[in-house]
């Protein structure tokens, strides 16, 4: 008698690590992230009135099965997918699993913090029996991300590729030094300014007019001032109530003196 087997399972994100114990390369990364995501929030919104959007920070996306389980996987600094829920079956995601997902994050950024050779690495896994698949490689022939970008701080630059007939092109930057980034309607370049107490060349976005998106903390400083605008301008109106109160006040003051009652003055 044939006894038949058990279906297939695939492995999750709750059976797959979510860590390569690795250490974040500098204390610029984290901030760097945050900077990110809090400035593209609101844009996200509104293009996802449903919430049904995802972004990674410095987290796994599995693209085969291996062992071990890492080799298989590639964790982008920060990166974007559209239409999925935020939240995977009620819990907070591990990882992202393309066997389980299907669909492709929209945008993913790496952070240079070597000699870029990595995040270039175009190393095909079918190559040897012993390659490892190159960052460049995964990401435009395994995983087929859209958009990928390369940022380096030291150098103050970032490099934008887009997938054209399943090869990544090097995008060109347009008239601000900017590189559209059109199915999410922004811009990504590199603005130099200070976050979190560090001045450095930061990579940005910018809506498609140009205009920078502000992290929260910026649109908190941001709405800081225009409250106490708007206390100014009202303090400005009670002081000018007040004088004109004064001028009143002195005027009948006056015509009191000179024998005149002020509710009696006639009408001109």
């Known amino acids: ?7 297939l399972s695939l492995p999750d994100h709750t059976q797959l690590p979510e860590s390569d114990g690795t250490f974040v390369k500098n204390f610029q990364e984290h901030p760097q992230s945050i900077l990110l995501t809090t400035s593209i929030q609101p844009t996200l919104d509104a293009l996802h009135p449903d919430g049904q959007y ?22 982008p600094d920060w990166f974007y997918v559209p239409n999925v829920s935020p939240l995977l079956d009620g819990q907070t995601r591990r990882s992202y699993v393309m066997w389980k997902e299907i669909i492709a994050p929209m945008i993913a950024i790496k952070f240079v913090s070597g000699d870029g050779s990595e995040e270039r690495d175009y190393t ?6 012993s ?15 859209p958009f ?21 092109q090097r995008c060109r930057p347009n008239e601000r030094g ?38 929260s903390d910026e649109r908190a400083e941001q709405e800081r001032q225009r409250a106490e605008q708007e206390r100014q301008r009202a303090e400005q109106e009670r002081q000018r109530a007040e004088q004109e109160r004064q001028r009143v006040e002195q005027l009948e003051a006056f015509l009191r003196s000179q024998g005149f009652d002020p509710n009696q003055l006639p009408d001109f």
């Open 131 to 145: 390659a490892k698949a190159g960052k460049f490689w995964v990401y435009e022939q395994a995983i087929h991300i």
């Open 54 to 75: 995802a972004i990674g920070q410095d987290c796994g996306i599995y693209w085969r099965l291996t062992d071990p389980p890492e080799r298989g996987a590639e964790a």
């Open 1 to 7: 008698m044939t006894i038949a087997k058990p279906p």
């Open 124 to 129: 095909s896994p079918f190559s040897s029996e």
């Open 148 to 168: 990928y970008a390369i940022y380096e701080v030291q150098k103050a630059s970032v490099e934008v590729y887009e997938l054209i007939a399943n090869r990544y």
């Open 178 to 215: 900017h590189y559209s980034i059109p199915p999410m309607g922004v811009e990504l370049g590199i603005w130099e300014g200070q976050f979190v107490n560090q001045t450095l060349p930061w990579l940005r976005w910018w809506d498609s007019e140009g205009n920078l998106l502000l992290s």
